[in-house]
T-cell receptor, first 116, second 115 residues
Framework: AQTVTQSQPEMSVQEAETVTLSCTYD???????LFWYKQPPSRQMILVIR??????QNATENRFSVNFQKAAKSFSLKISDSQLGDTAMYFC?????????????FGGGTRLMVKP | KAGVTQTPRYLIKTRGQQVTLSCSPI?????VSWYQQTPGQGLQFLFE???????NKGNFPGRFSGRQFSNSRSEMNVSTLELGDSALYLC??????????????FGPGTRLTVT
């Protein structure tokens, strides 16, 4: 079974600064996807970024980027130029690539507060 | 495109009753997954449906069941409700195949309270 660990229950950052959220995972699989999801106070879960394990290049989406270290089983999210709207719970998630099927295993989440 | 929709958004039920939650996926998405979110257990996978067949199932008792219709809409049912079933139930849909394969897009959730 896979496990995903987010060791920072809460973090805060000043508006316009950069923050990095940590995630580690445990798996014996070689092919998988990793995701970061954001859940603002409205509760709607939003996909932030995706990383395929077979890709060495780190994924980026505008102000969001990841540092994927496959050997270390680490997958951190960097948010640049933090904005008030980035305030949310952030979940790291793992998906094993079966021949068929989608199933996400989530970490416990990190609550990020962006301060003005 | 319209996003994933879930109905109802809020529900209050009594212990012992049963409940049915509904999910309409994004148009063209044929995979629908369900998750339970609680403060104590976090986000846990319930099951996934594709082409009206259950493809994956999480570690939940048989009181939790689901189905998918030919238009990809899905329902989940919880019978003999317990207080511990109080949770936010999230539905997610995804394409099958293509560049966005395996990306799951979530609905707003159904908040179930069992009293």
């Amino acid at each position: 079974a896979q496990t995903v660990t987010q060791s920072q229950p809460e973090m805060s950052v000043q508006e316009a600064e950069t923050v990095t959220l940590s995630c580690t995972y445990d798996t014996s699989e070689n092919n998988y996807y990793l995701f970061w999801y954001k859940q603002p106070p409205s509760r709607q879960m939003i996909l932030v970024i995706r990383q395929e394990a077979y890709k060495q290049q780190n994924a980026t989406e505008n102000r969001f980027s990841v540092n994927f270290q496959k050997a270390a089983k680490s997958f951190s999210l960097k948010i640049s130029d933090s904005q008030l709207g980035d305030t949310a719970m952030y979940f790291c998630a793992f998906m094993k690539l079966y021949n068929a099927g989608n199933m996400l295993t989530f970490g416990g989440g990190t609550r990020l507060m962006v301060k003005p | 495109k319209a996003g994933v929709t879930q109905t109802p958004r809020y529900l209050i039920k009594t212990r012992g009753q049963q409940v049915t939650l509904s999910c309409s996926p994004i148009s063209g998405h044929r995979s629908v997954s369900w998750y339970q979110q609680t403060p104590g257990q976090g986000l846990q996978f319930l099951f996934e449906y594709f082409s009206e067949t259950q493809r994956n199932k999480g570690n939940f008792p048989g009181r939790f069941s689901g189905r998918q219709f030919s238009n990809s809409r899905s329902e989940m049912n919880v019978s003999t409700l317990e207080l511990g079933d109080s949770a936010l139930y999230l539905c997610a849909s995804s394409l099958v195949g293509g560049d966005r394969d395996h990306e799951q897009y979530f609905g707003p959730g159904t908040r179930l309270t069992v009293t």
